[in-house]
């Protein structure tokens, strides 16, 4: 079993930044494709950021050149910086980690979640 909790979520006005961290325990493994995730109130959960595979990073158009994914293994935690932030980044986001390895969009992919955290931006 692996546990991922996120944090740093909160609320900030339009152009501010937040860092969430997504600190993992138990059956930790450095193969694990790990992502971020959101949820905006009436849509589906989004893929926002990961790593790959070969540990190249994606990121969707949307996010692209404001948020930042990165990761410290030897404190099994990962991150992402949120820059510029806009109003329809508002959503609960969330960390996941997925053993089989690749990344995917698909939720279905990921065995393990963390339970969220808010974040709102206000205009």
């Known amino acids: 079993q692996v546990q991922l909790v996120e944090s740093g979520g909160g609320l900030v006005q339009t152009g501010g930044s937040l860092r969430l961290s997504c600190a993992a325990s138990?059956?930790?493994?450095?193969?694990?494709?790990m992502a971020w995730f959101r949820q905006a109130p009436g849509k589906e959960r989004e893929l926002v950021a990961g790593?790959?595979?070969?540990?190249?990073?994606y990121y969707a158009e949307s996010v692209k050149g404001r948020f930042t994914i990165s990761r410290d293994r030897t404190k099994n935690t990962l991150y992402l910086q949120m820059n510029s932030l806009k109003p329809e980044d508002t959503a609960v986001y969330y960390c996941?980690?997925?053993?089989?390895?690749?990344?995917?969009?698909?939720?279905?992919?990921?065995?393990?979640w963390g339970q969220g955290t808010q974040v709102t931006v206000s205009s």
């Open positions: 996941a980690a997925r053993t089989s390895g690749g990344l995917y969009s698909s939720t279905s992919k990921y065995d393990y």
């Open positions: 138990g059956r930790t493994s450095s193969t694990y494709t």
């Open positions: 790593f790959r595979s070969d540990d190249t990073t």
